[in-house]
């Protein structure tokens, strides 16, 4: 089955930093790829999403990009908030299967003022 | 639009009990609903897949019948934790989705179950 592996776990920014996740994923049939933002106790929230026909993403401060032949997609938060501050999960989508989503271990981001 | 709610947000039972949390598509028909779970500072799981009018789709190592679904309506799905126990504390999370190759999910709030 799909796995997804999320690096780093935890990662720790200056306010107005960019910071970076990564992911990757094994099935190649994978074509949706989303991320969330969980804030503690709360359900997790969609903040962009790529599909596996596009390549980069970009909405306002966060872009996410795509490469299927190296099977890793990234999220990029340029000029950070303390508001950002949160963990953040990645997670890919079987095309076959409908809408089943399989999550990446998370990355708890911490924007220090 | 597309919002999920989750019913109880929190519960505490005894050791043994049964416990039924519910999953509602408030303004929208959710073909498919998923349940998660998630412990603390740990990812979602997805414990299992459920299409309306038929049986749940379990994941490797979640027990059918300890977590019982159901999803008998277009609208609603329930999980049963049957007889549960304290390691079945934990954050369970449903999402809907009204299917087509749009993918995305809608996430309920989550239920925090804690059993003593």
């Known amino acids: 089955g799909e796995n997804v592996e999320q690096h780093p776990s935890t990662l720790s920014v200056q306010e107005g930093d960019s910071a970076v996740i990564k992911c990757t994923y094994s099935?190649?049939?994978?074509?949706?790829f989303p991320w969330y933002k969980q804030e503690l106790g709360k359900r997790p929230q969609l903040i962009i999403d790529?599909?596996?026909?596009?390549g980069e993403k970009k909405d306002q401060r966060i872009a996410v990009t795509l490469n299927k032949t190296a099977k890793h997609f990234s999220l990029h938060i340029t000029e950070t908030q303390p508001e950002d501050s949160a963990v953040y999960f990645c997670a890919a989508s079987m095309a076959y299967n409908t809408d089943k989503l399989i999550f990446g271990t998370g990355t708890r981001l911490q924007v220090f003022p | 639009g597309a919002v999920v709610s989750q019913h109880p947000s929190w519960v505490i039972c005894k050791s043994g009990t049964s416990v039924k949390i519910e999953c509602r598509s408030l303004d929208f028909q959710a073909t498919t609903m998923f349940w998660y779970r998630q412990f603390p500072k740990q990812s979602l799981m997805l414990m299992a897949t459920?299409?309306?009018?038929?049986?749940?789709?379990?994941e490797q190592g979640v027990e059918k019948d300890k977590f019982l679904i159901n999803h008998a309506s277009l609208t609603l799905s329930t999980l049963t934790v049957t007889s549960a126990h304290p390691e079945d504390s934990s954050f369970y999370i449903c999402s809907a989705s009204s299917g087509g190759a749009n993918n995305e999910q809608f996430f309920g709030p989550g239920t925090r179950l804690t059993v003593l």
């Open positions: 790529i599909r596996s026909n596009v």
């Open positions: 099935d190649s049939a994978s074509n949706y």
């Open positions: 459920s299409n309306e009018g038929s049986k749940a789709t379990y």
